[in-house]
């Protein structure tokens, strides 16, 4: 064993006993001790260049010769883990090779994913060819400049499979996926789906999962996946099927100890970023898709969870589905996971195949690795033009040689450009050589699955969508509206008002004004405070609006008439604690209508100002921008209220008949100060300056106009976000 250890650098072909195991065993992923020869001499390294490439031929014959029978792989299947790393991607992607398969099933971490499908599944082959992508450069008016974000890329893949499109940052890889999953319109090429386009009816059959986490952070992961459970199954499941298909994706994916936890978020504390990655998966899960792209699974997490991660969606592919998944840099057990790979770089594609023979295709054309390389590292390397630690191809290294075509301009050698250009024009080569993309066998499909009438499809009606969104919207919102931070501003601002204007009598004409005052406030605060709470709502919540109105879950109209419903109650419950602490404090008007009545002018006023502030927000969806329009007409209205100034010049009044604090301020000076009807013991209150201003009648405009603006401030808001993009750009 020693001599032949000594001899290991001139091993070939037949001085390799295949049906030796403890020889397989004992070769480490490319331990050729290449150390012992030294880089400075052309000769040697030209020889270390063939004994890499000869390795690598070699350690494929040895596993194809070596994997003869199941019962080897059954007994023993952590073995596998002591053969070099190419050899374990020879082994696992050979498509005669059973060792996989028995390893897959030996796995612990494995699920079966039969339980998800209730409904009839089928597979769907995605082939797409000479795929361009160009975006428009802003402030440029001719719409045929623009830059290039994907060329001509291709590619294939079937059920069953699971697609990895990898390549460094910026290469195209969101971009493609995007297009892939009918996302974003392509500008040349063609993408089909069982050599059909791109339909409508596909879009329910398309699962798509994001590389951020676009999760409620206040909902535990029973609730999340129930309440999308509820929202997207088809009508014809009784509301136990559903929330069972629910239960049945969280035994599935292994959530069962978490389910009651909340999800969390950068504020809150929830479940690991594995589970809420397995969430998202979950969400897409549910619907049975046929097709699922994923975005970065991995991104965030340690190796051992994305492995975790890897193989879960290894397990859905083999469940009849077809995998697409964007990886940035695998490690090398990821890596062995993957069926075909398509390495990118700068919007082309360097590489399509078997994820297997990747390396032994980039061997082929002249790039070897000369130390101990894990594929993932040698092809990002190759993609950013990394050649360092490489064998250079001839080709391209007759071109730095003393004579050569750049010697001159290039001394140090090919740049990452020159790299680049090399690797994409062997690509492209031998693609011309082979047929470009293996076709796809159709899929046989019933009409009736593949074009189903859109009411058959949906997942709720509209009442049962304004239901479930009213529950949900209620127990995300209640941990911020009853948050302790707001219940103390709130009780604290109204046991202070209540010292200052503590027991003011509004019988001498000189306390008139200071009430006048404190009204005036109270319609300044439930205008201001509810307008800067809701503008937050839309541009916090857009990722998650846009995720769910792409794939149709719910109607526009529902989400928001939901959100406005179930924000009521707890809109509500602050200013009836308010107003009980400063309304005896004080000392107003001690009637029970009274009390009433200015309770009902609060509650419209703060309608209408969330409906104020959701608009702001939806117009602009940023919050630094709707925050500095909000703070300028909240100002306008406030100066225009009544109680500054009196007259104003008449091509400014028009201000006051839309300012909300107007209105307010004039129904509860009518509230306390009734000047109307001859009540008597009012002679000096009605005398005062301040209520010879108002005009004290029955307040029907004033209700009128706030009632206007509630409506319509909200028909501006679903205008608004009906309008609003929700396809991702690239």
């Known amino acids: 064993m020693e001599e032949m250890k000594a001899n290991e650098p001139r091993l070939n072909e037949q001085e390799v006993d295949t049906s030796s195991r403890k020889t397989l065993l004992k070769m480490r992923s490319f331990d050729l001790n290449i150390k012992e020869y030294s880089p400075t001499k052309n000769n040697t390294m030209r020889k270390a260049k063939s004994l890499s490439s000869h390795f690598l031929v070699n350690i494929d014959e040895i596993i194809n010769s070596c994997v003869e029978t199941d019962s080897f792989v059954s007994n023993n299947p952590r073995r596998i883990d002591e053969i070099g790393l190419l050899s374990v991607y020879e082994s696992k992607h050979d498509p005669k090779s059973d060792l996989s398969v028995e390893i897959e099933e030996e796995d612990p971490d494995s699920c079966s994913w039969t339980k998800i499908q209730i409904e009839p599944a089928f597979g769907i082959s995605l082939k797409f060819e000479d795929v361009n992508y160009k975006v428009r450069i802003k402030g440029n008016k001719k719409s045929d400049v623009g830059k290039n974000i994907l060329q001509g890329v291709s590619g294939s893949v079937s059920p069953g499979e699971v697609l990895a499109l990898m390549g460094p940052s910026g290469g195209g890889k969101t971009t493609l996926l995007n297009l892939l999953s009918g996302r974003v319109k392509y500008n040349g090429g063609t993408i089909t789906y069982n050599d059909q386009l791109y339909s409508k009816s596909l879009k329910r059959r398309i699962g798509f999962v994001f590389q951020d986490d676009v999760v409620f952070p206040h909902l535990t992961v029973k609730e999340t996946l129930t309440y999308s459970a509820l929202l ?3 009508k014809k499941l009784s509301i136990e099927q559903k929330k069972e298909r629910a239960m ?12 009651n936890t909340m999800i969390g978020g950068t504020f809150v504390r929830g479940v690991s970023g594995g589970e809420r990655k397995r969430v998202c998966i979950g969400n897409e899960i549910l619907l049975n898709p046929s097709l699922l792209f994923l975005d970065e699974p991995t991104s965030g997490l340690d190796s051992t969870t994305a492995l975790r991660i890897i ?19 695998p490690s090398s057990r990821l890596f062995s996971k993957f069926d075909k790979l398509i390495l990118m770089s700068n919007g082309c594609s360097l590489y399509f195949g078997k994820a297997s023979e990747a390396m032994l295709y980039f061997s082929s054309i002249g790039c070897s690795p000369l130390i101990a390389m894990s594929p993932p590292e040698f092809l990002i390397d190759l993609a ?11 080709v391209l290294e007759d071109k730095f040689l003393p004579g050569g075509e750049f010697f001159e301009t290039k001394i140090n050698g090919p ?3 020159d790299v680049h250009e090399y690797l994409l024009e062997a690509y492209e080569s031998r693609s011309c050589n082979v047929e470009r993309i293996p076709k796809c066998e159709p899929v046989t499909l019933n009409n009736g699955l593949w074009r189903r009438n859109n009411t058959e499809e949906m997942g709720a009606n509209w009442n049962s969508q304004f239901s479930i969104l009213f529950k949900r919207g209620l127990k995300e919102r209640r941990h911020e509206y009853l948050s302790s931070l707001r219940v103390i501003q709130v009780v604290s601002t109204a046991f202070i008002v209540g010292l200052l204007w503590w027991n003011s009598n509004a019988s001498p004409s000189n306390s008139v004004q200071n009430q006048g005052g404190l009204l005036f406030f109270i319609s300044v605060f439930w205008a201001f405070f509810p307008v800067f709470n809701a503008i937050f709502t839309f541009p916090q919540e857009r990722a998650m609006l846009a995720k769910e109105r792409s794939v149709d879950m719910y109607k526009l109209s529902a989400y928001l008439i939901a959100r406005n419903t179930s924000d009521l109650p707890l809109d509500l419950l602050l200013p009836i604690i308010f107003l009980i602490i400063i309304y005896f404090m004080v000392g107003l008007k001690m009637t029970f209508s009274a009390f009433s009545l200015t309770l009902f002018t609060i509650f419209l006023s703060i309608i209408a100002a969330q409906g104020l502030g959701l608009s702001i927000g939806a117009a602009f969806m940023d919050v630094k921008k709707a925050t500095t329009l909000a703070s300028v007409i909240v100002m306008t209205f406030m100066l225009s209220g009544g109680f500054f100034i009196k007259e104003v010049p008449r091509f400014m009044s028009w201000i006051k008949y839309v300012s909300l604090n107007y209105h307010t301020y004039g129904l509860l000076m009518k509230i306390q100060y009734s000047c109307f009807g001859g009540e008597s013991g009012l002679s000096l209150i009605c005398d005062s300056p301040l209520i010879k201003g108002h005009k004290l009648d029955y307040g029907g405009v004033e209700i009128g106009a706030m009632f206007a603006m509630i409506i319509g401030y909200r028909l501006i808001t679903y205008v608004l976000l009906r309008t609003m993009k929700l396809r991702t750009e690239a």
């Open 232 to 234: 997207r199954l088809p």
């Open 248 to 259: 049945n994706v969280i035994l599935e994916l292994g959530l069962e100890r978490c389910q």
């Open 311 to 329: 193989q879960m969606l290894q397990k859905i592919a083999r469940a009849g589905k077809t995998v697409v998944t964007t990886i940035h840099q």
């Open 384 to 394: 950013n033009g990394n050649i360092k630690d490489k064998s250079i191809p001839s």
């Open 415 to 417: 740049s990452p450009f």
